[in-house]
């Protein structure tokens, strides 16, 4: 039976988490073989913080597997939460819009590119017609009301939903193959269509907008083809995609109360 | 920021007009509140939930100046200035119903700019704890009955301990001893900030309200305090043994005799007036003036 016991200050410090190594090795060695160490440890432990901080782990929030996506490439965890929080990035969403893009590109490859091609933004444009906004975001009237700038939330998930969608709409391209980069003429009406539908939705909600604008581009495309994945069509679009940023900027302090439409 | 005395001015409203479409919700509407319970009454549609948006920063109105702390609440700076002093429970609080009560108010702590997590928990357990939900903090909300529901967001509404509650119906769903626990919570409150309370309850507005503020059609009819409320009634309530065509309100109570509000006939016996046969009084005398 071993004489030497772990001073005062080491178990004090052992129990407090501050010990170091090796000290902290040897203390623990001892201690699982010392029973009067052990009940001296015992006593020094804070067990109402212990408890404390048990129960903080245990009712503490979960994140899910795109909050933990998020965290880990470096996103703070409460911008993870407030980005999560719209239905466009959660996993059921995500598989879905997965599962459609892989069966419009297999249709593409079958028949036209343009299927491809024309819903891939629509997809976007679903996505962010239901990130934020009255009627979508049970906590609208909260956020718009908070320190917290409504227009930032509703742009941080719009890069959010749009960064998600690219990257799925990229690794769909892989079952369209032979076009080369016109294949990725998706990206500048997603921009585009996005753009529009937050200009418009201060007047008439996310919704009618999405609705609005996603009906003009499958007209568009119906009556037009291929011609907005050409050259000139997507210098169009990217014209009209810088053009309506500046415009959606200026507008910023609109987001920052309820619109009309939500005092009805 | 507390308020340290009943006249230190926490909101003014001056001259605020709001319309929308042909509608105008509020009319000239201009109040002040002090630290204390204000409560605002009035008929459905009279403005109270647009007037509370307005106060909230939540819609900007057509005309007129709010002011909160010293900052103009309607624009610039001094707008976040006041949301960061708010606490605000909306009339139809919406929900991430997938999320847990725990979760809704710590996803409300960080809209409130509350970024460090230990913190933030630590926050979300005390409101919770002074709503009374400590043992439902890990229930999803979908799961949790009305009143509960109304306990979460008035726990979310307390994140950051707000210098200015606004609190739109927050006694609605709740049965009577709730009611009683969320009337000691607010009373305390109350001692060092300024509670802006919409309700229908005249018994909140009787047994919590320094002032009250009777808002109809948009404008202001009455402010005061609710006894002043009350005695607008004020040899107005009379009781007979049977139902007087003619009178304001007619009813028979538990006791088999009629109450009644309005001019009584000479010699009937009169009651002392509360706050109910005031309000009635007043809405009474605001049509009898319309009609003119």
Redesign the interface.
């Given at each position: 039976m071993t004489m030497w016991h772990v001073p005062d200050d080491d178990l004090r410090a052992y129990a407090g988490r501050g010990l170091g190594p090796p000290l902290l090795w040897s203390t623990e060695t001892h201690v699982l073989s010392c029973s009067r160490c052990r009940s001296r440890l015992t006593s020094l432990v804070a067990v109402d913080d212990g408890w404390a901080r048990l129960d903080?782990a245990?009712?503490?929030?979960r994140p899910g597997p795109v909050e933990r996506l998020l965290i880990g490439v470096g996103v703070?965890?409460?911008t993870a939460?407030?980005l999560t929080?719209t239905p466009a990035l959660r996993l059921s969403w995500l598989i879905a819009v997965a599962v459609t893009l892989a069966l419009t590109a297999l249709l593409a490859k079958a028949f036209t590119p343009v299927v491809f091609l024309g819903a891939a933004p629509l997809l976007t444009l679903v996505g962010v017609a239901v990130s934020f906004g009255p009627g979508v975001?049970?906590?609208?009237?909260?956020?718009?009301?908070?320190?917290?700038h409504a227009f930032r939330l509703l742009l941080l998930r719009c890069v959010a939903v749009l960064s998600v969608n690219t990257l799925l709409c990229a690794a769909a391209t892989v079952f369209v193959p032979g076009y080369g980069l016109a294949i990725a003429g998706w990206f500048l009406p997603s921009l585009a269509l996005t753009v529009t539908t937050l200009l418009l939705s201060p007047r008439l909600g996310p919704v009618w907008a999405a609705i609005l604008v996603g009906s003009a581009w499958v007209t568009t495309i119906t009556w037009a083809g291929m011609v907005p994945f050409t050259t000139a069509g997507q210098l169009t679009l990217l014209a009209a995609a810088a053009v309506l940023s500046v415009l959606l900027a200026r507008r910023a302090a609109l987001f920052?109360?309820?619109s009309?439409r939500r005092?009805? | 920021m507390t308020l340290t005395s009943a006249t230190d001015v926490a909101v003014r409203a001056d001259g605020v007009v709001l319309r929308?479409?042909h509608t105008t919700?509020l009319d000239g509407v201009s109040l002040s509140l002090g630290a204390g319970v204000t409560g605002l009454l009035g008929p459905n549609g009279a403005g109270k939930t647009?007037l509370l948006?307005v106060i909230?920063?939540?819609?900007?109105p057509d005309a007129g100046d709010v002011s909160a702390f010293g900052h103009d609440a309607l624009r610039g700076p001094g707008?976040?200035e006041v949301?960061?002093r708010?606490g605000?429970l909306?009339q139809d609080?919406?929900?991430?119903?997938s999320?847990?009560a725990?979760?809704f108010v710590?996803?409300?702590a960080?809209?409130?700019?509350?970024?460090n997590?230990?913190a933030?928990?630590?926050e979300v357990?005390r409101v919770l704890a002074l709503v009374g939900l400590d043992a439902v903090?890990?229930k999803r909300i979908r799961a949790l009955s009305g009143g509960m529901r109304q306990r979460v967001a008035l726990a979310?509404a307390l994140v950051g301990d707000p210098a200015l509650l606004i609190l739109d119906e927050p006694t609605v769903g709740l049965d009577p001893e709730q009611r009683m626990r969320f009337r000691e919570l607010f009373a305390d409150l109350a001692e060092d900030r300024a509670v802006l309370l919409s309700t229908h309850q005249t018994e909140d507005v009787m047994s919590l309200c320094r002032t009250v503020v009777v808002l109809d059609q948009g404008r202001v009819r009455f402010t005061g305090t609710p006894t002043d409320l009350a005695g607008l009634a004020a040899g107005r309530v009379w009781t007979s043994d049977s139902r007087v065509p003619g009178a304001l309100a007619s009813w028979r109570t538990g006791s088999g005799a009629y109450r009644h509000v309005g001019d009584p006939p000479p010699s009937a016996p009169l009651l002392d007036p509360t706050i109910e046969d005031g309000y009635l009084t007043l809405v009474d005398l605001r049509a009898t003036e319309a009609q003119r």
């Open positions: 903080a245990l009712d503490a929030p703070p965890d409460h939460r407030l929080a975001d049970p906590t609208y009237e909260l956020t718009v009301t908070s320190p917290v920052d109360v309820l009309d005092l009805r | 929308y479409g919700a647009t948006r909230a920063t939540a819609v900007r707008r976040l949301r960061r708010l605000y909306p609080p919406g929900f991430h119903r999320f847990t725990f979760e710590d996803y409300v960080i809209l409130k700019e509350l970024t997590r230990s933030r928990h630590a357990r903090r890990t979310a």
